[in-house]
């Protein structure tokens, strides 16, 4: 059809990895796919180049999958909260495509210690030991922390609907032992989770950071041009907030 490459969302960024036909060194480490480019050549001699760069449609084309989620939830932790991952105690909650990514991405940038909450939790402990296996200096268990965190980052879904319950058990934790709150959900701007922990006292950011820079980065890939970041801020804010 002749597009240059494609976004991917919850729940095809798992389902996706066995689909393309080569997978960035990223997006096979973390298990994820996010972001989709369509490459082309017209002999087996040839460099694959992203299907724009071709005249007319080149002879053969594959997908190639890329992970762009993971360092935007990065850079969106600095920028809206000051958080550097490393030394940190975090309480993820949600094991799926985008908090397994999130917990790999910040046991990769040397997070201390790290508690993993899922519906389900048989999800948590596979991940558990699949980070305990890559990264042996960090701490990670399933189930809630006694103490204080860092970082309570929520990669549910949960908070989509504004009469959503919230994502965390506060019998079990209580969110004035978190300094801080990230919510990957961006719409609505403050989901019940980022209402509570603000009365709490936390500092509070949603998902319209890691919003951007997952799409500047996909930007990037498909054009090959470095993405006005800025302007891409600006249309976001209003697009989504109408500011």
Known sequence: ???????????????AVPLVDVLDP????????NTIRFEGRDSAAEDWKPTWSFAGP??????????????????ALHEDLAF?????????????????VATLRLAAADASELFLVNRTLAKAEQLSKEIAKQFP???????????QVDLVLNATSLGLNPHDVLPLDTSEFRLRKAAAVYDMIYRPAETPLLKA???????????IGMLLHQGA???ELW????????VMRDALLKNVYGT
């Open 137 to 147: 200096k960090v701490k990670v268990q399933p189930g809630y922390p006694k103490e």
């Open 26 to 33: 990223v997006a096979k480490a973390f298990g994820a796919v």
């Open 1 to 15: 059809m002749g597009y240059v490459g494609l976004n991917l969302t919850v729940p095809h960024k798992l389902l």
């Open 197 to 207: 922990a603000k009365a709490a006292g936390c500092r509070v950011a949603n998902g």
């Open 58 to 75: 080149p002879a053969e084309v594959r997908a190639h999958g890329f992970n762009t989620d993971a360092d935007a939830i990065i850079k």
């Open 84 to 100: 550097q991952p490393k030394g940190k105690r975090v309480l993820v909650l949600g094991a799926g495509g985008a908090g397994r």
């Open 223 to 230: 054009s090959g041009l470095k993405p006005p970041i800025p």
């Open 217 to 219: 980065h996909a930007l």
